[in-house]
């Protein structure tokens, strides 16, 4: 069933309990946020469905016949492992 909720001065706004409850979103849950047209879409962040998108990316990576090289510097930001850190998935060690 819709809801209709308000935007504060700041931006906030409360989901309903309903709504929290059904998706199992607690204070300190994260959720993941983006645009789609005229749309504000809301997930509750699932590691596990962002590890999945990784591994098949992984399976199809070698059916793309891409070169693979070792990447340092400035386009470090291509590498997995530091990808997944950067979007807090992994902690530096």
Do not use: H
């Not at 005229?38 to 793309?64: C, Q």
């Amino acid at each position: 069933m819709p809801s209709i909720v308000g935007v504060d001065n700041q931006g906030r706004t409360v989901l309903p309990k309903e709504v929290r409850q059904a998706l199992g979103i607690e204070g300190g849950s994260k959720l993941v946020c983006r645009v789609v047209g005229n749309r504000v879409i809301l997930e509750k962040l699932s590691v596990g469905r962002i590890e999945e998108a990784f591994s098949r990316l992984e399976e199809l990576a070698p059916s793309l016949d891409l070169d693979v090289v070792e990447v340092e510097g400035e386009d470090r930001y291509i590498d997995r492992e530091y990808a997944l850190r950067k979007i807090g998935l992994r902690r530096d060690i």
